[in-house]
């Protein structure tokens, strides 16, 4: 099954591993790993290592769940048709929208023996971005014109002022990177020209989908507290593998409320805005940026309250006493959980009951609560005779 097309903004972010510098604190403190006790998905395919070593290094624990996979080019029998059909006539004026994808087509017509570089000469050659810049001169081409802004309304604009002569009957070749622009592309025929669209580097579905719908159950059963998305094609996917399992208005629902999605610029968050689900972007789209997002975002979420002569945030899977995280089982991170919801108030133990894995009686409360105590160390949870447990705040 196709996935929905939209633009990549990863390959424009640069690598920024080397930004990550260590911290003196004392090792296991959230002041050392800000993300410890949260659980964070990697959607990307491409650099999908890069980013879960930034989040990892950070001491999230990291889920990978690669959303869409890159047709090769060299596979593309689309991206030959098109090419063939740019070469039958001269091209006026070409609009090459990503570096990587300008690069790519030019590399790939080479190892076709198509003439593609002589054929565009002659024509006058934008680019969007100063990556789309290089990829037009590193091919041996003049670059006549690219925005300030870098956007694809720019150029259209630029375009439709005239200031590259009437576009009536002219030839366009428009390369595409996943997202198919319509307005740039509809904008350009409504003016008569013949736009030549060229579809470079084309996403679809992984192979493999089971990783996609283990993480659409993990985003529902609330065991992920952040999706990261570094292309609108991965977030278009996992909401159509969502769709296929009958849970789409699920997972809607969910990175609406519970889990935080983090996209790494505008133009990726777009299929998940276009359903009402509200992101967190970096200020610009690059993967440290994005990491550093996660580490702006997720801790905010959760309240530090003072209990007592002591401090405790509740996460994903651990709480921070006094700075220090302590990792908890399931069952015991279930209870505390349920008390922190409503600090100092009374839940009764049969509540309880329902926060434990699989159930139980109050027994087992009282078991899950004595492990509770012994992990966090400190006097936060209190026993209400008869009634239940409280946070003591």
Same mark, same amino acid.
């Given at each position: 099954m196709p996935v929905t097309p939209g633009t990549h903004d990863g390959p424009t972010a640069g690598h920024e591993g080397d930004d990550v510098s260590e911290s003196d604190a004392?090792? +296991? *403190?959230?002041?050392?790993?800000?993300?410890?006790?949260? *659980?964070?998905a990697v959607t990307a395919a491409r650099r999908k290592e890069e980013l879960g070593a930034l989040l990892d290094r950070r001491g999230a624990r990291v889920v990978y769940a690669p959303a869409i996979r890159i047709v090769p080019l060299s596979d593309d029998t689309e991206l030959v048709a098109a090419t063939r059909r740019v070469l039958e006539a001269p091209v006026d004026l070409v609009v090459a929208t990503t570096g990587v994808g300008f690069r790519g087509w030019l590399e790939a017509a080479d190892a076709w023996d198509l003439p593609l570089v002589e054929h565009l000469r002659d024509a006058r050659v934008m680019a969007r971005g100063p990556k789309a810049r290089g990829a037009i001169r590193g091919g041996g081409l003049v670059d006549a014109w690219s925005p300030e802004s870098e956007s694809s309304a720019e150029v259209l604009s630029h375009l439709l002022s005239g200031a590259e002569g009437p576009l009536e009957g002219r030839r366009i070749a428009v390369q595409l990177h996943g997202d198919p622009l319509p307005d740039l592309v509809e904008g350009l025929r409504a003016t008569g020209a013949e736009v030549l669209t060229v579809p470079v580097y084309r996403w679809v579905l992984p192979e493999d989908v089971a990783p996609v719908r283990r993480l659409v159950a993990a985003v529902l059963a609330g065991t992920v507290d952040a999706v990261t998305f570094t292309s609108a094609p991965a977030a278009a996917s996992l909401l159509a593998v969502a769709a296929e399992l009958g849970r789409r208005d699920e997972l809607v629902d969910s990175l609406r409320d519970r889990v935080l999605a983090v996209a790494v610029g505008a133009v990726t968050a777009g299929p998940l805005e276009a359903v009402g689900i509200p992101t967190r972007q970096p200020e &610009?789209? &690059?993967?440290g940026a994005l990491a550093r997002e996660v580490v702006a975002r997720l801790p905010e979420r959760d309240p530090v309250r003072q209990v007592g002569a002591h401090t405790l945030q509740v996460r994903g899977h651990a709480a921070v006493v006094d700075g220090r995280v302590v990792e908890l089982a399931p069952g015991p991170m279930g209870v505390l959980r349920a008390l922190a919801r409503r600090? +100092?108030?009374?839940?009764? &133990?049969?509540?309880?009951?329902?926060?434990?894995?699989? +159930?139980?009686?109050g027994h087992a409360v009282e078991m899950a609560?004595?492990?509770?105590?012994?992990?966090? +160390?400190?006097?936060?949870?209190? *026993?209400?005779?008869?009634r239940g447990y409280r946070l003591a705040v």
């Open positions: 004392d090792p +296991g *403190t959230a002041a050392e790993l800000p993300l410890a006790g949260y *659980t964070v &610009r789209a &690059r993967l600090p +100092g108030t009374v839940v009764p &133990r049969a509540e309880l009951v329902d926060c434990l894995p699989g +159930g139980g009686d609560v004595a492990r509770l105590r012994a992990a966090l +160390g400190a006097p936060l949870v209190a *026993t209400v005779v008869k």
